[in-house]
C-alpha cells in the first residue's frame, strides 16, 4: 500500500497539485524505501515538451544527464566505481524510461481531465526554494514564486486569454485590446488588456493578494461577477478568505476585502514584489506569514511551539542571508529561541516574551 502511496505523490509532484505535507511524507517514504528515490530522481529532471509530454529523446538526454550523477552516487554509496555498478543502474533506469512513460501519459491525462475538451494545456511549478520564468503563447512573461503553479493553454483562444494560478507569480502582459488577458486565482479572476502586476494566492494563506505596478487591471470576485474593482499603478487589493475553503468572507463585521496604496520606499524593496529579487520584505507583518515566507523561500518547515508567538509583528528586509543569520536578525523583532533540525526550524519563546 505504501509503495502505491509513493507512486501517487510523484504523480501529484510532477502536475504541481502536491501540497507542503504531501512533499514531506513523499520524503518520508522514500528514505523507507530508497529503490525508489531513484525513479523520483528522474522524474523531477524530466521537462515537458510543447505537447505537454515528455519526448523519447528528451527522455534519452536527461536520462544521459542523470545517468553520471546517480552513477556516482550509488558507487559512493556502496564503495564501488562507477564501472562496477554501471551495468545494474543502466538496466534500472531503461526500466524507469517505460515507467516514466507511462505514469507521465497518466499525470497529463489527470491534469486535462477538467479542462476543455481539445485544448491542450501546460502547467509549470516552482518547488519551494526556486524561482522560474514562463514565456506564454502570446509573449506574455510569468515569474513563478516559490511553491506556485501556473495552468495555461499552449494556445490562445480567440476570444480570451486565460491562465490559472495558485500561489504567486509577476505578470508582464503582452498588450492586445482584443484578447483580454484573464488569470484565475482561485475565489477572484484578474481582467487586464496589458500590464505589469502581482497575484499572490496560495492555498494556505488567508488572503488573495492582487498588486498593480503599472498600467490598469480589474477584479471580478466570483461570488459577485457585477462588481469590478478597478486598481491604479501602485495599489493592492486584498480579499480574505474562509478558514478551510477559498470562498469571500461574507459574515457580518467581516472585511470583503481592502483597496490600500503601496509604499515605494524604494522602488526595489516593495514589500509585494521584493521576492522578484530574490529577497523578502515585510512591514508589521504576522510572524505566521513571515514564516510561510520563509518556509517557501528556504524549503524548511517552521514550528512555532506557542502559538502567541504566530501574532507577532515583525518588520524586515532579506537578502541572501544563509536560513540561521535570517532567524538572528528577525530575533530582534522579538523575544524568541529557534533550532534548526534537518528541514525543520523549531520557534519557541524566550523567558522574557510577553504574551498579549
Known amino acids: 500500500?505504501?509503495?502505491?502511496?509513493?507512486?501517487?505523490?510523484?504523480?501529484?509532484?510532477?502536475?504541481?497539485?502536491?501540497?507542503?505535507?504531501?512533499?514531506?511524507?513523499?520524503?518520508?517514504?522514500?528514505?523507507?524505501?530508497?529503490?525508489?528515490?531513484?525513479?523520483?530522481?528522474?522524474?523531477?529532471?524530466?521537462?515537458?515538451?510543447?505537447?505537454?509530454?515528455?519526448?523519447?529523446?528528451?527522455?534519452?538526454?536527461?536520462?544521459?544527464?542523470?545517468?553520471?550523477?546517480?552513477?556516482?552516487?550509488?558507487?559512493?554509496?556502496a564503495g564501488l566505481t562507477p564501472k562496477k555498478s554501471g551495468f545494474k543502474l543502466k538496466f534500472w533506469l531503461a526500466a524507469a524510461a517505460v515507467v516514466i512513460a507511462v505514469l507521465c501519459v497518466g499525470i497529463i491525462g489527470y491534469k486535462q481531465a477538467d479542462l476543455a475538451e481539445g485544448t491542450k494545456y501546460r502547467t509549470v511549478s516552482a518547488a519551494y526554494g526556486q524561482n522560474k520564468r514562463v514565456v506564454l503563447p502570446d509573449g506574455s512573461i510569468v515569474k513563478l514564486n516559490s511553491g506556485t503553479s501556473l495552468t495555461y493553454p499552449l494556445k490562445f483562444d480567440a476570444a480570451k486569454r486565460q491562465v490559472k494560478l495558485v500561489g504567486e507569480a509577476f505578470f508582464e502582459v503582452t498588450k492586445n485590446p482584443k484578447k483580454p488577458f484573464l488569470v484565475d486565482a482561485g475565489n477572484l479572476t484578474v481582467r487586464v488588456l496589458g500590464t505589469a502586476f502581482n497575484v499572490k494566492a496560495y492555498k494556505e494563506d488567508r488572503n488573495v493578494e492582487t498588486t498593480l505596478i503599472q498600467g490598469k487591471v480589474q477584479v471580478v470576485m466570483n461570488d459577485e461577477p457585477d462588481?469590478?474593482?478597478?486598481?491604479?499603478?501602485?495599489?493592492?487589493?486584498?480579499?480574505?478568505?474562509?478558514?478551510?475553503?477559498?470562498?469571500?468572507?461574507?459574515?457580518?463585521?467581516?472585511?470583503?476585502?481592502?483597496?490600500?496604496?503601496?509604499?515605494?520606499?524604494?522602488?526595489?524593496?516593495?514589500?509585494?514584489?521584493?521576492?522578484?529579487?530574490?529577497?523578502?520584505?515585510?512591514?508589521?507583518?504576522?510572524?505566521?506569514?513571515?514564516?510561510?515566507?520563509?518556509?517557501?523561500?528556504?524549503?524548511?518547515?517552521?514550528?512555532?511551539?506557542?502559538?502567541?508567538?504566530?501574532?507577532?509583528?515583525?518588520?524586515?528586509?532579506?537578502?541572501?542571508?544563509?536560513?540561521?543569520?535570517?532567524?538572528?536578525?528577525?530575533?530582534?523583532?522579538?523575544?524568541?529561541?529557534?533550532?534548526?533540525?534537518?528541514?525543520?526550524?523549531?520557534?519557541?519563546?524566550t523567558k522574557n516574551f510577553k504574551k498579549p
Open 1 to 77: 500500500m505504501e509503495e502505491l502511496r509513493i507512486k501517487a505523490l510523484m504523480a501529484e509532484k510532477i502536475s504541481g497539485t502536491a501540497s507542503r505535507a504531501d512533499l514531506l511524507e513523499l520524503d518520508t517514504l522514500l528514505r523507507k524505501y530508497p529503490s525508489y528515490q531513484l525513479l523520483d530522481d528522474v522524474l523531477s529532471n524530466i521537462e515537458t515538451n510543447v505537447e505537454g509530454s515528455p519526448g523519447e529523446k528528451e527522455i534519452e538526454v536527461q536520462l544521459d544527464a542523470l545517468w553520471n550523477k546517480i552513477n556516482k552516487r550509488e558507487a559512493d554509496v
Open 227 to 349: 462588481k469590478l474593482i478597478t486598481l491604479s499603478p501602485n495599489e493592492k487589493l486584498t480579499v480574505p478568505k474562509r478558514a478551510g475553503n477559498t470562498k469571500v468572507a461574507h459574515l457580518p463585521g467581516e472585511l470583503k476585502f481592502k483597496l490600500q496604496t503601496v509604499a515605494v520606499k524604494p522602488s526595489e524593496n516593495i514589500e509585494e514584489i521584493a521576492w522578484l529579487d530574490r529577497k523578502l520584505a515585510f512591514n508589521n507583518t504576522a510572524f505566521e506569514d513571515v514564516a510561510r515566507m520563509i518556509e517557501r523561500k528556504y524549503d524548511v518547515k517552521v514550528v512555532f511551539q506557542q502559538e502567541q508567538l504566530k501574532s507577532e509583528l515583525i518588520t524586515g528586509v532579506f537578502e541572501n542571508e544563509a536560513l540561521a543569520k535570517a532567524f538572528s536578525l528577525l530575533q530582534m523583532s522579538t523575544d524568541f529561541n529557534y533550532e534548526i533540525k534537518k528541514d525543520s526550524v523549531i520557534l519557541r519563546p
